[in-house]
């Protein structure tokens, strides 16, 4: 059984800092880029970063560049998501995504090609 499991989520004043993970079981870790997604109501899932584990590489959003890193352990089929920095406008659910490697690009991140999903987790950030 393919499972995305997220933890991590919470309330955070604006400033603060929050890390992601995102546990991975039930595929090939190795075969996938691994990353996050967002989603406020009313808006289209937006794609935060990823990072494909079979050799690190890794794509950001303008929106969260220089505030945001992404890292994995690929014993742990673990992937992180370190928000520093965080803004009020970085509220949403955080949607962790599982996308065939060879679909990873480091120019965009689409949930067209995204083959498993987690069941999201809330990040709110308090002004």
Known sequence: EVQLVESGGGLVQAGGSLRLSCAASGFI???YAIGWFRQVPGKEREGVSCIRNSDGSTYYADSVKGRITISRDNAKKTVYLQM??????????????ATPGTFYSGYYYSVAYVHYWGQGTQVTVSS
Do not use: H
């Open 29 to 31: 870790f190795d075969d």
């Open 84 to 97: 520093n920095s965080l803004k009020p406008e970085d509220t949403a659910v955080y949607y962790c995504a």
